[in-house]
Every structure is written in C-alpha cells, then in structure tokens.
C-alpha cells in the first residue's frame, strides 16, 4: 500500500509537529484500519492516519491540507454502510479517537457538551450515571462515535418515539474546510437570530467540515419497558396492528424481521425461539409500562389483534432480562448474516407506503434471483427498511456484487416511485452517490455544491462523497 509515500516529506513533519511524532501513522495495518468503514466496496488507500487531541489541532491540521491541498478523511467509528468514511484516493484520515472527552454538564439544562469521538454508549452510560435518558441507540452503538452520528443523522431502533440524531443536537463545533472554527448555536433551545447553521452540518458526512465538539441535550429515563414479540401471518397485517397499539400507547419502538432473519439469529446459538409458531413475519414493539393500566391496555389490544388475524402467536417480557432477550432476536441480526457477506440497502418510504414498497421489492428480487435468501428488517415504524440478499456459499464476493448491482437500479426506482429516500440511516457515501437524484431533485442536488463550495472552496473536506463536484 505505502500511500505515505507519496506524501511530501515537509507535510509529514508539519503534521508530527501539529499532533506528535507517534500520533501520526503510515504504516500498512493502520492505514488498512482507519481507512475504511463497514462497507466492502472499496479498497483504503490512505496516505497517512493523524489523531488531534483538540479542535484547535483538527484546525491546524485543515489548514496544512488546503496549503497542500491534499484531501481529509474525517474517521468516528467507522461503523457505516456507504463508504462515507473510506479514504480511497490517498487522503490524510483525520480519526477523532482521542477526542473522547465529556466536556460538561448542565442539569437544569439536561445538556451535555462532548468531544467529537465520544462512543454512543459512552454518552449513554453518562447519561445514566445523571439518572437522565440519551435514546438514540442501534446495533453499533458500542463502537460508534457521536461525531459519525453526526454527520449522517443516525437513527436506529427508538426513532418512532425519539426522532433523529437532528433531535438531539444543540449546538456544534467545527472546523470548516477552509479552517475556520464555528461555535453553532452554543446549546440553546430558543434562537432566533438567523440561520441554524449547526443543522446543515448534520446529515453532512463530513463534506462541509469536521465536528470536533457537540452540545447534546439529554431526556428522562422510560420506565419499566414492556417488548412484545409477535408473529405475523403477512405484511397487510402490520400495519393494522402499529395503529391499533398507537392509537392507545406511546411505542418507544416498532420493529419488524422476516423468518430468514430470525432462523439466523436462532441458528447463531445466542438466542431461543421466542413460541412455536411460525411466520413469514414478525414485530417487534417497545412501550413504557409504568402503568397497570397500560400493560392492561396492551394486552387487550394484542387479544383484539388476535381476534382479528393479525396476531397468530406472541409473548410480552415479564423481566428486565425477557425484554433483553427478546430485543436480540432483532438486534443480533445483523451480526448473524454478516458471514453471508449480505448486499445491504437501507432504504425509507412514508409508513403508509410500507406493505406496497415491500411487496414491490420482493417481486422485484424474486425475479432477479430466485435462489438468493433475502433478509428483510427494519424500523417499520419510522419507515425504514433493512433489505440484506444472502451471498450463496458458490459465489465470490466480487460475483455476488456484480449481480446485485442489477437489481440496484429497480429498488431505487422503486424508492422514487413511492417518493422515499435511498438512505435512511447511513448516509449516502459513495455507495450511493451514483443514485442520489432517485430522492433528491438537481437543483437540490446543486445548491448542495454552492453550500459546500462556501464552506470548502478548495474541495478538500472528504471529496467524492454524497456527489461530485462536477
């Protein structure tokens, strides 16, 4: 690999001068490490890994780039699916590892400023040691850092209750491309001064600039939490059964998983079959059972869902450590059929659309590839839809990637169809650059390139990403 060859000797040293000699990292492993995301795609081709410990260091850093002008790479966690946070073209990764700090903590405020590199369950766990609530959670939130989350909005399994990691953001520190620090909105829930120029950078994938600092506000904590898991004869029947428990209960989650899914988790060894009964389909949903009257409420609608057909079978957790297990029929997806080497998308529609839009897909890959697995889950309740095809054993990955990209352009002309959106949760990258006017119009598109071109007139802040430039 040896792409720090070709950096120029003088900016190596500017850079050991900047952050220290032993926090700049050329060699092969390191440059293979912090040089690619949960994507496998693309190849990293990194020139050098630098590590700040501030945002003034991150500043000085930006700036030695647009002198050089050499590309930068911003690195969290480096747990997404679009290649967002690959360094593929000989850029400098700037990885905000050391930036792991939680600053302070205003209690009147429920507001916590933190650096960049601080781990989702990091602030989780402060969050809990303040008897407060950080609820935007997902499979990768032990490795994941809140800067990555940052820059592309994440989501995961409370956003029907919760919202985006947008919700949660009130106020930000960056480094623009040009080198300059901004100090957004400064945690404030009420201001009305002009432009809330903190929101433009979330959702940016780094493309604007890098989020070395963040004011995030923190909620109370839900109590006694009730997981109900249910099988489901059809996807006509889900929808009636999210409105019938919305119409009475607050959901903290609704999630859904088809039987390829949940026979990988169960085949795993980590996990009990949940009933006997079987199904094409299950749900999965969370709510706040404080109350006697609410879980009440809960287990009359479950018996009027029965009554209906749309419920066949189900269980509701009577322990703290039911609920857990439970949860990991669908949280321990992922991990399951990542031996599969699964072609991934991560795709949203308007709720009501959902049954159509899955129906359609799943024409769409039967008829394309009759003898792949395909494993569908999802945060149904929000929209947002996990498709995973299976590799067969006799295929290479590179075989198996050539195939599905034929199948690319149906699904998100399927997406378009229903006005959704070609990444819900993980940003667009560059695994879904090609594909970007499926949800967003041209001129859309090219305003995008103006805001960028102020923020980063020399185009050096993780090029290539989201859209080109030209």
């Known amino acids: 690999?040896?792409?720090?060859?070709?950096?120029?000797?003088?900016?190596?040293?500017?850079?050991?001068?900047?952050?220290?000699?032993?926090?700049?990292?050329?060699?092969?492993?390191?440059?293979k490490s912090w040089g690619v995301d949960w994507t496998k795609h693309f190849e990293p081709r990194p020139s050098a890994i630098v590590f700040p410990g501030s945002t003034?260091?991150?500043?000085?850093?930006?700036?030695?780039?647009?002198?050089?002008?050499?590309?930068?790479?911003?690195?969290?966690?480096?747990?997404?699916?679009?290649?967002?946070?690959?360094?593929?073209?000989?850029?400098i990764v700037i990885s905000l590892d050391r930036m792991n700090k939680v600053l302070s903590f205003l209690h009147a405020d429920r507001l916590v400023r933190i650096q960049a590199g601080v781990v989702t369950e990091q602030l989780q766990q402060y969050a809990?040691?303040?008897?407060?609530?950080?609820?935007?959670?997902?499979?990768?939130?032990?490795?994941?850092?809140?800067?990555?989350?940052?820059?592309?909005?994440?989501?995961?399994?409370?956003?029907?209750?919760?919202?985006?990691?947008?919700?949660?953001?009130?106020?930000?520190?960056?480094?623009?491309?040009?080198?300059?620090?901004?100090?957004?909105?400064?945690?404030?829930?009420?201001?009305?001064?002009?432009?809330?120029?903190?929101?433009?950078?979330i959702g940016s994938e780094g493309t604007l600039g890098i989020v070395t600092e963040a004011e995030i506000k923190l909620t109370r904590q839900p109590q006694d939490l009730k997981v109900l898991v249910l099988s489901v004869p059809d996807f006509a029947a889900v929808m009636p059964i999210l409105h019938a428990f919305q119409q009475?209960?607050?959901?903290?989650?609704?999630?859904?998983?088809?039987?390829?899914?949940?026979?990988?988790?169960?085949?795993?060894?980590?996990?009990?079959?949940?009933?006997?009964?079987?199904?094409?389909?299950?749900?999965?949903?969370?709510f706040e059972g404080r109350f006697e009257a609410v879980v009440d409420d809960a287990m009359q609608i479950f018996e009027h869902c029965m009554e209906q057909g749309w419920i066949l079978d189900g269980v509701m957790s009577q322990s703290q450590a039911q609920a857990e297990a439970l949860w990991h029929l669908r949280e321990g997806i992922s991990e399951t059929i990542a031996p599969f080497t699964p072609y991934k998308n991560d795709i949203s529609v308007l709720i009501t659309h959902v049954p159509a839009f899955i129906?359609?897909?799943?024409?769409?890959?039967?008829?394309?590839?009759?003898?792949?697995?395909?494993?569908?889950?999802?945060?149904?309740?929000?929209?947002?839809?996990?498709?995973?095809?299976?590799?067969?054993?006799?295929?290479?990955?590179?075989?198996?990637?050539?195939?599905?990209?034929?199948?690319?352009?149906?699904?998100?002309?399927?997406?378009?169809?229903?006005?959704?959106?070609?990444?819900?949760?993980?940003?667009?990258?560059?695994?879904k650059k090609d594909y970007l006017t499926y949800t967003r119009d041209p001129i859309e598109i090219e305003y995008m390139r103006e805001l960028k071109?102020?923020?980063?007139?020399?185009?050096?802040?993780?090029?290539?990403?989201?859209?080109?430039?030209s």
């Open 359 to 431: 129906a359609d897909i799943d024409a769409i890959v039967a008829a394309n590839y009759p003898d792949f697995e395909v494993c569908w889950f999802g945060h149904i309740g929000d929209g947002n839809l996990h498709l995973n095809i299976l590799k067969p054993a006799d295929l290479t990955k590179d075989e198996f990637f050539e195939k599905c990209k034929v199948v690319n352009q149906f699904v998100f002309e399927t997406v378009q169809k229903y006005n959704g959106s070609i990444s819900a949760e993980h940003g667009v990258g560059m695994t």
């Open 56 to 91: 003034e260091e991150v500043q000085a850093i930006v700036k030695l780039a647009n002198q050089f002008n050499i590309a930068i790479t911003p690195s969290g966690g480096r747990t997404g699916l679009s290649a967002g946070a690959v360094a593929a073209n000989g850029e």
């Open 248 to 286: 009475r209960i607050d959901l903290t989650a609704f999630e859904f998983f088809n039987h390829v899914a949940l026979e990988k988790v169960l085949a795993h060894g980590h996990a009990v079959r949940p009933f006997e009964t079987e199904s094409p389909l299950y749900v999965l949903l969370e």
């Open 128 to 201: 809990e040691q303040q008897g407060l609530y950080y609820p935007v959670d997902f499979a990768a939130a032990g490795s994941s850092q809140m800067g990555g989350n940052i820059g592309t909005n994440a989501g995961g399994i409370k956003v029907i209750h919760y919202g985006m990691t947008r919700e949660w953001v009130l106020g930000l520190t960056v480094v623009t491309g040009k080198g300059d620090i901004l100090r957004l909105n400064k945690g404030m829930v009420k201001n009305a001064t002009g432009y809330a120029l903190h929101q433009l950078f």
């Open 1 to 31: 690999m040896n792409a720090a060859a070709s950096l120029p000797s003088s900016l190596l040293e500017q850079l050991q001068t900047i952050v220290g000699e032993q926090r700049v990292k050329t060699d092969e492993d390191s440059l």
């Open 453 to 469: 071109k102020v923020f980063d007139p020399n185009g050096i802040m993780n090029p290539g990403k989201i859209f080109d430039l």
